[in-house]
């Protein structure tokens, strides 16, 4: 975040109910204890989630709003939209332009943190989820130039909903990182917030230990690991 002393609103915008704390959770810690306010945006329902037969997609949803809930008060997020998009099935479209311009000009935040649309393949070796590439891309074109220009979808002013700049991005899951913010302090409430994903995470300890190791500055102290979350930074 900007060297600021002033209160920022920032807007999380994720595909899924537990991405906010996986991909910045000691971030978000460290910015609502430096008295800023954070707003979760989160696309889809997370109604596919599972690899339990027995659990239907409704119960699902229900399950993990009331996870995210949890977590996002772990990390001191008080206000979570769910879009209520469906799971895995997210495209760039302009229906998800407009309805994030509707969510942006609701928050009015200068800062935005989202994923990086172009992590087509993870820094783990893995395939980034497309509903990740998809929300990102949805998010950029929102922010710019959508949100800000007012000939761009006319029915929300008829909402009364006023264009917004957008001053700074941050995007997670970035292949080309510029950024690092020390999250030593506010580790632990990161590791304690994805505990709450109990429906996501089977092996919780095996997790914090990875990424202790994932996140731990090679440069640091063995005794004293100093913790940090990668991003590329925009200025707009």
């Known amino acids: 975040m900007s060297e600021t002393t002033q209160p920022a609103r920032v807007l999380v915008i994720m595909a899924h109910p537990d991405d906010p704390e996986f991909s910045a959770g000691g971030s978000i810690a460290r910015w609502t204890s430096e008295g800023h ?17 027995a659990m239907t997609p409704p119960d699902l949803v229900a399950l ?9 008060a772990a990390l ?12 895995g099935e997210v495209v760039p479209d302009l229906a998800l332009r407009r309805d994030l311009v509707r969510v942006i000009r609701q928050v009015r935040p200068e800062i ?9 393949f993870t820094v783990f ?23 800000r220009n ?34 030593t302090a ?8 994805l505990r709450a994903h109990k429906s996501q995470i089977a092996d919780m300890d095996g997790l914090a230990g990875r990424m202790r190791e994932r996140m731990r500055q090679t ?18």
């Open 125 to 147: 070796g893995t395939i980034n989820h497309p509903d990740h590439r998809a929300v990102g891309l949805a998010a950029m074109d929102a922010i710019f130039p959508a949100a």
């Open 64 to 72: 993990r709003k009331d996870e995210q809930r949890a977590a996002a």
């Open 76 to 87: 001191g997020v008080h206000e979570i939209i769910f879009m209520g998009y469906p799971d």
């Open 112 to 120: 935005i943190l989202a994923p990086d649309p172009q992590t087509l």
């Open 219 to 236: 440069d640091s102290d063995p005794d004293h690991p100093v913790y940090a979350e990668a991003f590329r930074h925009l200025k707009l």
């Open 150 to 183: 007012h000939n761009y979808f006319p029915e929300l002013l008829a909402e009364g909903l006023e264009p917004v700049y957008v001053k700074e991005v941050y995007l997670s899951g970035t292949l080309h990182p510029d950024t690092w913010i020390d999250v």
């Open 37 to 53: 306010e954070v707003v979760y945006a989160l696309v889809t329902d997370g109604s596919k989630g599972t690899d339990d037969r």
């Open 186 to 193: 506010t580790f632990e409430r990161k590791i304690e917030a």
